[in-house]
């Protein structure tokens, strides 16, 4: 009879997990996935920096989501932690607008899911509230869609014309 012994080794200490959380923006066929982390207050679209989004006419349209917690709160008493996420947002597919549409509800989106696991009930509830008063689109994907095109005319609903001669 034989025993064979091994020798376990102290596995390497892992680090805890990082407070991360994913969700999703939807604007038409347009689909933003914001990542966000705890970090340096780092937002990013698509690897470049928040303040080089095109169009530069919608570049305020992203900002809302994070101004708006800077105008309720400016000592940064509720909603301090914002300045300690990173944001990374993967965005893809529809049009210049419905991109904008879907990045900034997906950081919305985001920040509310970050606050409700990682800081506490009321805040998340607060900050649901507030981006809801503002604009229910920050939280709320917009469900219209284009209709799809069908025979006998040149889109959805326009028909081709009678002559009757």
């Known amino acids: 009879l034989q025993i064979h012994i091994t020798r376990m080794s ?50 305020y349209k992203v900002y809302e989501p994070l101004l708006l917690l800077k105008v309720e709160d400016p000592e940064g008493v509720k909603f301090g932690q914002v300045e300690h996420v990173d944001v990374r947002v993967r965005v893809n597919g529809g049009g210049n607008t419905s991109r ?28 649901k509230a507030l981006l809801a008063r503002y604009d229910r689109s920050l939280l709320v994907t917009d469900p219209r869609r284009t209709e799809p095109k069908k025979y006998g005319g040149h889109g959805s609903r326009a028909r081709k014309q009678k002559s009757y001669r």
């Open 10 to 59: 102290a596995a390497a200490p892992q680090a805890p997990p990082k407070k991360a959380v994913q969700v999703f923006g939807k604007k038409k066929t347009a689909v933003a996935v914001a990542h966000t982390k705890e970090g340096r207050g780092i937002v990013r679209v698509n690897g470049r920096p928040v303040n080089l989004v095109e169009p530069e006419g919608l570049r």
């Open 100 to 127: 904008i549409y879907a990045v900034r509800q997906a950081i919305a989106k985001s920040l509310v899911a970050y606050f409700g696991k990682y800081v506490d009930e009321h805040t998340k509830r607060e900050l």
